[in-house]
């Protein structure tokens, strides 16, 4: 059975950094991959970040580009998403989802997702 639990969500000012931890169980991250995806109250959830297979590749959404990095730790099973620069926009409930997807951005490609950690930025 596949489980992945977010964890290290919280509440910064803007400008400041979080990182967000993604363990999976019944799935391997170094053969497999995992999205960030995040849902603001009122609209859609949106993809964040992807990382294909043992990090080979990575992929972000124009809006998190050159702020956020997605990385893993094979070792722990773990995927990572380190948050820099965080604006009031990037205030959201934070998903990670286990699958790899044709199109890493569509969360109707993931069958794996986690109950999500809320992160908070004020201005």
């Known amino acids: 059975q596949v489980q992945v639990v977010e964890s290290g969500g919280g509440s910064v000012q803007a400008g400041g950094s979080l990182r967000l931890s993604c363990a999976a169980s019944?799935?391997?991250?170094?053969?497999?991959?995992m999205a960030w995806f995040r849902q603001a109250p009122g609209k859609e959830r949106e993809g964040v970040a992807h990382?294909?297979?043992?990090?080979?590749?990575?992929y972000y959404a124009d809006s998190v580009s050159g702020r956020f990095t997605v990385s893993q730790d094979n070792a722990k099973n773990t995927v990572y998403l380190q948050m820099n620069s965080l604006k009031p926009e990037d205030t959201a409930l934070y998903y990670c989802a286990a699958g790899c997807a044709v199109t890493w951005y569509r969360k109707n490609q993931y069958a794996y997702w986690g109950q999500g950690t809320q992160v908070t930025v004020s201005s």
């Open positions: 019944g799935y391997t991250v170094t053969t497999g991959c």
């Open positions: 990382i294909y297979r043992g990090g080979s590749r990575t």
